[in-house]
Structures are given as C-alpha cells and as structure tokens.
C-alpha cells in the first residue's frame, strides 16, 4: 500500500516563501510520476505542478509558473515544492499525488492520479 504524507504548510506573510514536502512510503518513488494540487474553500481540486517518473521535467500551472519549483529526491522517497514570493489567492490546502502511468507526459487531472496524501493547509497573509 502507497501512503503520501504532506508536510511543511503553514502561515506566512505575502511574498514570503514556504517548501512543502511529500514523503512516499510503501513502493519507491522512482516508480510514480507525482504531482502536487491545491483546493481552497468553496473550489475545485486544481492542478499546481507535476514531475515526470523519471525527474527528468516538470510541468507547471500558469499561475505558478517561475514562483514554485517541484523537486524529487529518489534516494528520500520524497517529493518537494518551494513557494516562493507566496500570495494571498495561493491560500489553499495542498495535496500530492502519485500517478503510477509510466507515460512520456504529464498527468494535470486529479483522476489522473492513484494515491494522495493528506493535505497540508498553506495560508498566505496579506
């Protein structure tokens, strides 16, 4: 059994910076393209950032594209996203996901994905 466990959300100020992280038990991680999403109250599911099975690309949503970095350390089993330059509209509860697909691109739809952790809240203050 795959379990995600999310960590690192957390209070900060508008334009500060936080890195969650994911830790992936149960297979290795180099087994799982992952994925990070977010839901704020009241919202769908959206999709925030991907990285292929093999760490070699990544994939953005336009919103946090140049201000968050999806990072994997198969030696950890544990997948990384650093926020910077955080804002208000980025308040949401972050989840990961695996995808166990081995395909050539990424997967952007939450039903696209396997296993999902927890969630961590991320709140940014204005």
């Known amino acids: 059994q795959v379990q995600l466990v999310e960590s690192g959300g957390g209070l900060v100020q508008a334009g500060g910076s936080l890195r969650l992280s994911c830790a992936v038990s149960?297979?290795?991680?180099?087994?799982?393209?992952m994925g990070w999403f977010r839901q704020a109250p009241g919202k769908e599911r959206e999709f925030v950032a991907a990285?292929?099975?093999?760490?070699?690309?990544?994939y953005y949503a336009d919103f946090v594209k140049g201000r968050f970095t999806i990072s994997r350390d198969n030696a950890k089993n544990t997948v990384y996203l650093q926020m910077n330059s955080l804002k208000p509209e980025d308040t949401a509860v972050y989840y990961c996901?695996?995808?166990?697909?081995?395909?050539?691109?990424?997967?952007?739809?939450?039903?696209?994905?396997?296993?999902w952790g927890q969630g961590t809240q991320v709140t940014v203050s204005s």
């Open positions: 996901a695996a995808d166990r697909g081995r395909g050539a691109g990424f997967t952007t739809t939450p039903g696209g994905y396997d296993y």
């Open positions: 149960g297979r290795t991680l180099s087994s799982y393209g």
């Open positions: 990285i292929h099975w093999s760490g070699r690309s990544t």
